[in-house]
């Protein structure tokens, strides 16, 4: 949203021929909200970008306006879905067509992506329909302002002073999220405080509701399960106890009164010490069905998190969900939906998809991804994700046949996000490039990693092709330089306790045994790796038989996955022809070798880039050298003390 100045002479003539009349048909209301900030942030790009003035008397309304000129047409929903909108040259002009009014936003958003791209108009025709209905941010902020495992400084939401400080940063924060279509945001944390729903604080959320929807962003809230006790002083939060049941219904009523299109609650029970229905011997879908009656009359959703799991020694933690929610398929209101985290653990570098996609198949679930780098590095590691959320999005879960993509079988996108209170919203200027990503992706889940980074590397960078494409690299290679010098080859879980920086596999005594580092590695004088199959904890069972099957035997598992599904001797023979020692070496030192490459490249541009920004992601990336080696020599040191075999050549030993 920068809108700098385009810098080639010719394509910005072509532009401004192109662009310097806009003709609005006569049912395209431009009082309306939505519609009048599709205006405005036209006339922002176009004069930023070309420096055209959109005056009054270059906009006509009602007639087919001149040729030559940008026109923006309504249509049906059976020309152009809800929420879509398509653009195309015709009859001289550039139309903009859409059915619904977020549909021109959408659609203003993606014309001055493609100038800011510098792309061809020529022959333009193209029709946009998201993918998915629900394209939601999920903050884990809390209403003191501080973020859980956020990295960007405070919340942006600033609770004490709202609702009377509309602080501009609300707009310009409802803009991005709309300029790659993300259509809802979760304002609070899913470790949730019940005094979101006094009404004080209703007050403040409404105020928000109100800046986001004209951006066609709509405003949920987590729902702590104990509310009825906390706020409403009841003496049971049994969600079959007629006082709660009837406590929650007038609750939400209440929120509608203040947000009539509100969306409905994210709920984390019964997982990390959150309340739960299971205090009282319910069960999930019980617990959600009451909040999801309550919601039904306004149109609103539940969406409750299927992240679960229990201290015990012997259950494999990667298990868990699976087995408390495929039983509950079917028991779950139409309004309710399961959102599940990408992988079985807990947004590893790298994890298989979870079993739990395409699994329920009379429940709808959402994807729930990681924006924010909780376990990659956090603030400070240059590590693209679109790979990854391209990666699971694209696993076939071979659930109803093959192509049953991960991306297939979900209603939705959920992504924790990272932003803060930053200047450049999100820490690590790079880190912006996950929050565009997962928008992207939300809204077309087949979209390639490389086209979303080329995007945003020339809008937020320049649209130079050594720029963008050096850029693009980078990215698209940093997620498999960060597994590699963190978890190669399926390991996972080996950072340090609670903060989650840095490597920590030696951790085994804490007293939740599936937080331990060690619990996941396994790593003993005879090998490494947690078995998964027949022989351990069986959870490879959990997926359909095709997926199964590759996954149960080493020699089919795909490399990246090998230790996540087995326990291997120190001496197995790799396809490569390395032994598994040596393959972990080498990996580690890849890994350290990348990011040593990632520095390498951005040099390289120096100069090419405005030096502020240039220097602080150079200083960035000498921090995640320095702590790539730290991963590598920590966790090399550690498993040669299993393994007792030498450093392979062409790996650095520890020092
Ligand atoms: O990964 C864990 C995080 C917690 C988080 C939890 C969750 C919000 O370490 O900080 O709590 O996941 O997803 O609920």
Redesign the pocket.
Known sequence: LRYDPIQNTALGSAYRAQLGQLSIGPDVDTTQATLAASLLELRNGLRGLLGVELTPARISVGTSGAAGGLRWKRVGEDEVAREGYRLRQRDGQLELAASSNVGFLYGTFHLLRLLQTEADLKGLDLLETPAKELRILNH?DNLDGTV??GYAGFSIFNWHTLPDVLDPRYTDYARACASVGINGSVVT???ANSLIFREDYLEKAAALADVFRPYGVRLYLTARFSAPVELGGLETADPLDPAVIAWWAEKTREIYEHIPDFGGFVV?AN??GQPGPREYGRSHAEGANVLADALAPYGGIVMW?A?VYNSDPEADRAAQAYEEFVPLDGKFRDNVMVQV?NGPI??QPREPFSPLFGATPETPLLLELQITK?YLGQGTHLVGLAPLFSEVLQADTRQNGPGTTVASTVSGLAGVSNVGTARNWTGHPFGQADWYAFGRLAWDPALGPERIYDEWAAMTYRPESKVRSTITEMLITSREICVNYMTPLGLHHLMATGH?YGPGPWVSDLSRPEWNPAYYHRADSAGIGFDRTVTGSNAVAQYAPEVRAKFADPETCPPEYLLWFHHLPWDFQMDNGNTLWEELCYRYQAGVDGTEWLAIKWAALEGEIDPERHAEVSQYLTIQQREAEWWKNACLAYFQTFAQRPFPDGVTPPP
């Open positions: 884990w859980e495992r944390n899913v470790n984390k997982s990390e998190r992240f985290k807990d947004f909780e989650h």
